[in-house]
């Protein structure tokens, strides 16, 4: 099932189910077919996927009854306006303030080598605040005192479920799906050199400024997606493929990484993993974003995430 926030071209934006190039309009549908107001869970993403089950159900009854209607034709009365095509409306961030967006460093075998760095014993994890999210077709805005902005192109792990100190036995048991996540970081904040290297890396200044973390346009249920490592993903600015790579490349896999991330911290439902990114970075090519530059992040099965790079007047 591929889910999103949408808003129709006169309405509040709501929880779709896209089918193809169109769209259902879970909350308008329900309440044409049962004649009652439609349930929290079709206003919020979050709030889908906290019911867990129950809503994956419920949706897929909507899309049963409507996809009925439409085997006898066009959608008539009422219905006919509960689908639209893609490209009459509006996709948002699919999940506007996660408690928690955790990131991979180095997780892919192909990026450790161009950064010629060793590739690490164990997950290592940093965070992203969540005022750097934004979604599909939002400008990432550059701060107005950075030079290296870069791109990331990372497949995000949605959490279903809640959990600490989860197995990697049933790690995807707390999956509920898959999104495209693009770590926009800020290279010459990244490395400061000077006396605050000893300090280390600068996570904070590099990786959660505003909007330096595009998510979506779609979440993906793990059903639709099976094995998450069998995945080609790539990063295109202005058309030029910067990054192609495969999940296959991960260093530590999507249960590997939930179980690292739960030691001591309860994970839970909408919570976001973004597991790293293969080769290509700007960091390695010196290929830097540059004001005016359109970015693509692809992964196949899931879809395109586009971000216009805007600097900061």
Request: hydrophobic fraction near 40%; proline fraction near 7%; glycine fraction near 10%.
């Amino acid at each position: 099932m591929k889910l999103a926030k949408f808003s129709p071209p006169v309405g509040e934006a709501r929880v779709g189910l896209v089918v193809g190039e169109h769209v259902i309009d879970l909350r308008d549908a329900f309440e044409v077919l049962y004649a009652t107001p439609a349930p929290p869970i079709f206003e919020e993403l979050q709030l889908f996927i906290e019911e867990g089950e129950k809503a994956l159900r419920l949706a897929k009854l909507v899309e049963e009854q409507v996809s009925k209607e439409l085997s006898g034709g066009e959608l008539e009365g009422e219905l006919k306006g509960v689908v639209r095509r893609l490209t009459e409306v509006k996709l948002h961030l699919p999940l506007p303030r996660p408690e928690k967006v955790l990131c991979a460093a180095v997780n892919y075998f192909s990026h450790a080598a161009e950064m010629n760095t060793k590739p690490p014993s164990k997950p290592y994890l940093f965070s992203k605040l969540p005022n750097s999210l934004i979604g599909p077709g939002e400008p990432v805005v550059i701060p107005r005192n950075s030079t290296k902005p870069d791109h990331e192109v990372e497949l995000a792990v949605i959490i279903g479920r809640a959990g600490k100190y989860i197995s990697e036995a049933r790690a995807y048991d707390h999956v509920f799906g898959y999104a495209v996540f693009n770590d926009v970081s800020l290279r010459d904040k990244q490395f400061p050199g000077g006396e605050l290297q000893r300090f280390g890396l600068r996570w904070v200044q590099a990786k959660s400024f505003d909007t330096g973390a595009p998510l979506g346009p779609f979440i993906v249920t793990k059903d639709e997606i099976g094995d998450p490592h069998n995945l080609r993903l790539q990063l295109l600015v202005n058309g030029e493929v910067r990054q192609d790579g495969s999940t296959s490349d991960m260093i530590f896999k999507v249960h590997e990484l939930i179980a690292e991330a739960s030691d001591g911290l309860t994970l839970k439902p909408g919570d976001v993993i973004a597991t790293g990114t293969p080769s290509g970075v700007g960091a390695a090519s010196g290929k830097f974003l540059r004001h005016g530059d359109i970015m693509e992040a692809r992964i196949e099965r899931i879809g395109v995430l586009a971000n216009p790079v805007v600097a900061e007047a």
